[in-house]
């Protein structure tokens, strides 16, 4: 069986040559889970996106489902397996795996997922689908829509007019890369309930979104790093926002866009200014809509013509960066209770990219934020990154120690990306 791929699937699968395109979560059971019980419920979930047990055809922009087998998906192992060393290959395999890693007293669940499939929201999306299975409710009503012309009809109903992105300039940062035995490492530095509580106060006094001050502490610690002045960073724009919710339709698709900011990072100016400057950078990228432009003509394209030329002019037009962030926002710890499991920890982050690249992720789980990073190269280079992340807390704990200043009016933007 075939499922026809999405055009922003298509970039997904060119921003990836290098790199699995994958997204990984990591939750922490209080007990053991039933697995014949997880079993049944990815099968269940399979009826409504078959395409988890799919393989991408890159050439035809589509999926293919030869058998379900829910063993290529679920996989149990004793502590300490590290699901991380695996290859995965969702070109020829299915697009999503799921490691049940048994310890003396508890399980973890990895889950590792496409994003030719899907992106960050739509990846937790497919966990609350998978606890709605474990917990066999009622999902013969439910839906799944990939489709991206919904989207982009509200899109254009919103903009008007769209502009090119021009010949626009990126200021490219590369880190130091250091020799040594090239291992994955998995980074992560947490910002406790108290801590993140502050951050968000500080935040919502001057109107700022956590993604907004996030981005402005990589700017910054990148800065401080290398000496650039001038940063470009990527954000994404999760176009979820422009649909209206409707009851039983999950949205388990690549919906999310991209903007890139060019932050300038004054050194003598106070953290405050950097994130104020960030706030407005995305106000503009959204009123300027450069985005939809490069959207739209990908659309056009998509289906019409050979996926070899559309391949080489897409890549003139999406800008590649070696350092990247994406956000995946608040964990519903409501809609994350698999029966009789409670989830002590929940962590999601993004693909193992090899150093110097790098791409940091943002996620909320039981009020702590966690940023962390997965990484292949050599003990120096993880130091680099874990470097990186300290800086980055640093910089928005001495945020949240300024005293919360009056609300003004918010730059007038077309939607909000402030947390998924």
Not at 248 to 273: C, E, H, M, R, W
């Amino acid at each position: 069986m075939y499922y026809r791929g999405e055009v922003l699937d298509f970039v997904n699968m060119l921003l990836t040559d290098e790199t699995v395109p994958l997204m990984r979560s990591r939750l922490v059971f209080s007990s053991k889970i039933n697995v014949e019980r997880l079993k049944a419920a990815v099968l269940a979930s399979a009826q409504i996106v078959p395409e988890i047990f799919a393989s991408y055809q890159a050439d035809r922009n589509r999926f293919e489902v030869v058998h379900q087998q829910v063993d290529d998906i679920v996989i149990e192992a004793q502590s300490p397996y590290s699901p991380e060393n695996v290859e995965f290959n969702f070109n020829n395999g299915p697009q999503l795996q799921l490691f049940v890693i048994h310890h003396d007293q508890y399980d973890v669940l990895q889950a590792f997922m496409s994003h030719l499939l899907t992106d960050s929201v739509g990846f937790k999306e497919y966990l609350y689908l998978l606890v709605q299975a474990y917990n066999y409710d009622d999902l013969s009503h439910f839906s799944n829509e990939r489709r991206l012309r919904p989207v982009m009809s509200q899109l254009q109903r919103q903009f008007k007019k769209t502009h090119a992105h021009g010949d626009a300039h990126f200021s490219t940062v590369r880190l130091p890369h250091y020799q040594g035995i090239s291992l994955r490492h998995i980074g992560h530095i947490m910002l406790t309930s108290d801590q993140f509580r502050r951050v968000r106060r500080v935040a919502k006094a001057q109107d700022i979104g956590i993604s907004e001050a996030i981005l402005a502490a990589y700017a910054k610690a990148l800065q401080v790093l290398t000496g650039h002045t001038t940063i470009t960073l990527p954000c994404p724009v999760n176009f979820r926002r422009l649909t209206t919710d409707q009851p039983n339709i999950t949205q388990i698709a690549n919906l999310t866009g991209t903007v890139y900011l060019n932050i300038k990072v004054d050194v003598d100016a106070p953290f405050s200014v950097l994130v104020q400057q960030v706030h407005d950078l995305l106000a503009a990228e959204h009123t300027r809509a450069a985005f939809l432009y490069r959207l739209t003509n990908l659309q056009k394209m998509n289906h019409t013509m050979p996926i070899g030329l559309m391949r080489k002019i897409a890549k003139r037009w999406l800008a590649q960066q070696p350092l990247t962030y994406t956000n995946f926002g608040t964990i519903d710890q409501a809609r994350l209770k698999f029966h009789g499991l409670t989830v002590v920890n929940c962590v999601f982050s993004g693909a193992f990219r090899t150093t110097p690249t790098m791409e940091i992720a943002a996620s909320t789980f039981a009020g702590t934020c966690t940023l962390s990073f997965n990484s292949i190269g050599s003990e120096r280079d993880y130091q680099l990154g874990m470097k990186i992340l300290e800086n980055i807390q640093a910089q928005l704990l001495v945020w949240a120690q300024t005293a919360p200043t009056p609300q003004v009016a918010p730059t007038k933007a077309t939607f909000s990306i402030k947390e998924s």
